[in-house]
């Protein structure tokens, strides 16, 4: 048994875990950035949460509140340019993945001024100026992972930064996704479950790395019957915010595999929400599988079989986009050219077994 395990960021949870560590802004520096989404962060409660605990031990801020669902390397810029006007030494990214991820690429652009939208992707290893995380939706994980996905608009996909940003610190406070409607409540699920089964069936993965899947698949078991039942009570909230965690430090670990990088032209031609765009894949992804010995592990610890698995699927995601043959072609051939796509998978894909992935996916 081999394997290198690093978790750098240090996760607070539990019910008003801001307030109760605002000493911790204090320790990270002395004036941030904040970033946030246009309206949700100002009203579930984390936006005014942090300003308190910020005031309260006297931290200086700036907020930044126009990050866009998907968030383009454009306002990623305008966002870095704020903050380095205002000489902000660490930024605070509360939301969904968006302005999180958004809050990641800002703290590398702000620490090295000679980056910018159009030479970033060519840049190694770059330094960030720190970043505390606030998650409002329980599905990215991306408070504990490393990754920046952002839109380029230049490239028309979208991709990841490419540099690594762990968050110091991640705030998960289960109340602040009390109010989330039921269609985001179902699709950041989603995209957690995805993370969860594309790191566990992964050619990272390693002991350490399936201790967290495991757990995530067992809350999951729980999770999917209150989705179903449309129980979002603050027991499922609680649950569904852990099990995104533990998603998340899994896939830091190993990475994603085949749905997330097919799901992305789904999401940037097609305007699919990202786990609905890596979750309409899931299913067929998983029949793909020639040896499925770890696919019933899984399906063990879901309690249920493949067949029962994918009846929930039917039942929780409706996708109804328009794609041709064509395009599904060209979205094959642009991933099967590039082999890091395909590395986090554990068998032998080509072109044609992508190309029906997609189509049994999408024209059905
Ligand atoms: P999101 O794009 O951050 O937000 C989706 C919507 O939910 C927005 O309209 C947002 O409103 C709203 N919202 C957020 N929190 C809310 C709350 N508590 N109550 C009510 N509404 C709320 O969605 P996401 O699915 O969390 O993030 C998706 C992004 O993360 C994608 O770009 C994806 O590629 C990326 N991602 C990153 C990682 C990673 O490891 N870094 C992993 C997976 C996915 P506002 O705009 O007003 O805030
Ligand atoms: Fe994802």
Partial sequence: MEFVYSMPTKIYFGRDIILKNKEVFRNIGKKALIVTGRNSAKRNGSYDDVVKALTEVEVDYILFDEVEENPSLETIEKGSQLGKDNNVDFVIGIG???????????????????????????????????????????????????????????????????????????????????????????????????????????????????????????????????????????????????????????????????????????????????????????????????????INRMLNLLGMNLEELEDIFNKLINVNIEITEEEIINYSKSFVSNKSKLKNHTEKVELEDIIQIYKKSLLK
């Fill in 96 to 294: 969904g993945g968006s302005p999180m991820d958004a809050a990641k690429a800002m703290a590398i652009f702000i620490k090295n001024p000679e980056v910018n939208k159009d030479n970033i992707f060519s840049q190694k290893k770059l330094k960030s100026i720190p970043v505390a995380a606030v998650a409002t939706t329980s599905g990215t994980g991306s408070e504990v992972t490393q990754y920046s996905i952002v839109t380029s608009n230049k490239e028309k996909t979208k991709k990841n930064l490419g540099q690594s940003v762990f968050p110091v610190a991640a705030f998960l406070d289960s109340k602040y996704t009390f109010d989330l409607p039921y269609d985001i409540t179902v699709n950041t699920a989603i995209d957690a479950f995805t993370h969860l089964v594309e790191g566990y069936l992964n050619t990272n993965s390693n002991y350490m790395s399936e201790t967290y899947g495991e757990k995530g698949f067992e809350l999951f078991k729980y999770c999917f019957k209150k989705l179903i039942n449309k129980e979002l009570d603050s027991n499922f909230r609680n649950k569904v915010m852990l099990a995104s965690t533990l998603a998340g430090i899994q896939i830091a670990q190993t990475g994603t595999s085949l749905p997330h990088g097919m799901g992305y032209p789904l999401t940037y031609f097609k305007g699919l929400p990202h786990g609905l765009a890596n979750g309409v894949l899931t299913i067929e992804y998983l029949k793909s599988f020639k040896d499925k010995s770890k």
